[in-house]
């Protein structure tokens, strides 16, 4: 089998002009939508994906700012600044950049956001609501996923999911979203982890096989059942001396192996990547909505 691509930037557009469209009907009743993102530090990668989501905010005609606070805020001078920020009725959507520097602690970060200004989902009450299957900001790689398969035809309903990665901002909520009775998802999903003893045991029972490991192409065609979906959520970078940057993006997938046997497949980059970005616009016009 030779499998399609799942085109993840073309169904991110899709959502950008939706997203666009609502932001004319969120303006036309008196909401002006606003995301400030709070980035700390100057981690490269991180500089990169703020400056990549700012701009997609704006190019749908939501207002963002980007606060840069140097790397030895200490953590209370950080939790006052999210709390002003809970405050400033400008701001529907609050985004804390990851990774902080060592000396803060994330947990407590994500928690003092207000749960209807986290637009990442990552809030104990937005991630009990999302397990609970409720309404609620969820966390935007998760949901683009879902959007992802939904989308370009593979509904989850009945097939068995493998997420293999339990991290709190991808996998565990993954796992949640699909496994819900409700439209969309109703899949029987595995976790495995790095603390599963064989791997491929399970991802050669998975319907729709979804890596989150963030290492680079190790899920490989023998791993993998014929005609399987195959969804990689990694972004790896690896050396290549023909690149000027000295590297490129891989998935956690080894890709030319995996397309020969699975029936569709999603490329990195121009995968899970736009529809992550997609999905924060979402939730940004969600939060601006609810004040409405
Ligand atoms: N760092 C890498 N991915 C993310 C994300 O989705 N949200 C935040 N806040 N930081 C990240």
Request: proline share 6%.
């Amino acid at each position: 089998m030779t499998a399609t691509i799942i085109d993840g930037s073309a169904i991110a557009q899709q959502i950008r002009d939706e997203m666009r469209a609502e932001v004319e009907r969120l303006k036309a009743s008196g909401t002006d939508p606003g995301l400030v993102v709070v980035l700390v530090g100057n981690d490269p990668a991180s500089v990169s994906y703020v400056r990549g989501k700012t701009r997609d905010v704006e190019e749908v005609g939501m207002r963002s700012e980007t606060l840069r606070i140097s790397a030895d805020v200490t953590q209370e001078q950080l939790l006052g600044l999210v709390s002003d920020l809970n405050q400033d009725d400008r701001w529907h959507g609050i985004l804390v950049q990851l990774p902080l520097p060592p000396h803060i602690d994330e947990g407590l970060v994500t928690s003092t956001v207000l749960p209807e200004k986290d637009v990442d989902g990552l809030h104990p009450v937005n991630v009990g609501k999302l397990f609970r299957g409720e309404r609620a900001l969820y966390p935007c790689t998760p949901h683009g996923v879902k959007q992802l398969l939904l989308r370009s035809g593979h509904d989850p309903a009945g097939k068995h999911v493998v997420v293999c990665g339990r991290s709190n901002l991808v996998g565990k909520p993954l796992a949640g979203l699909l496994m819900q009775k409700a439209e969309g998802a109703n899949a029987t999903v595995t976790v495995c982890h790095t603390g599963t003893p064989d791997l491929a045991v399970h991802t050669r029972r998975a319907d729709i096989l979804i890596p989150v490991m963030g290492r680079p192409r190790t899920i490989t065609e023998d791993m993998v059942k014929d005609g399987a979906v195959v969804i990689d959520v990694g972004v790896n970078r690896v050396e290549d001396a023909s690149k000027k940057a000295g590297y490129r993006l891989v998935g956690d997938v080894d890709f030319d192996g995996v397309a020969r046997k699975a029936s569709a497949i999603t490329p990195v980059p121009g995968g899970v990547g736009p529809m992550t970005r997609a999905m924060l616009l979402y939730n940004t016009v969600l939060a601006a909505s609810r004040t409405v």
